[in-house]
């Protein structure tokens, strides 16, 4: 992926309020499920009768809450949960 397709996806989670840290790890979100899906699909990979689309539009609106709710709990002060940590 390009710088400019990078800075694309940056200008596109600023909108949400996230800490820098945040934003990056945001953006890595993003482009893995970009370049995995793509990678999946163009193998011919999603056999169950069901659009990709769909399921894309749906992984993308789950991040997109993610953001939301990151933003909405988050700042400076908030620790990221690490694997295996949490309730």
């Known amino acids: 992926m390009t710088y400019e397709a990078v800075q694309i996806l940056f200008d596109a989670v600023a909108g949400f309020g996230l800490t820098d840290e945040r934003a990056i790890d945001a ?27 769909d399921s894309y539009r749906f992984v993308v609106d789950t991040l997109i809450n993610g953001m939301r709710a990151e933003a909405a709990i988050g700042g ?11 309730p």
């Open 76 to 86: 400076p002060d908030t620790a990221p949960l690490h694997a295996g940590e949490g």
């Open 27 to 53: 953006v890595r979100a993003l482009r893995t499920v970009i370049h995995g899906f793509v990678g999946l699909e163009s193998n011919d990979a999603f056999q169950i009768e069901r659009d990709p689309a």
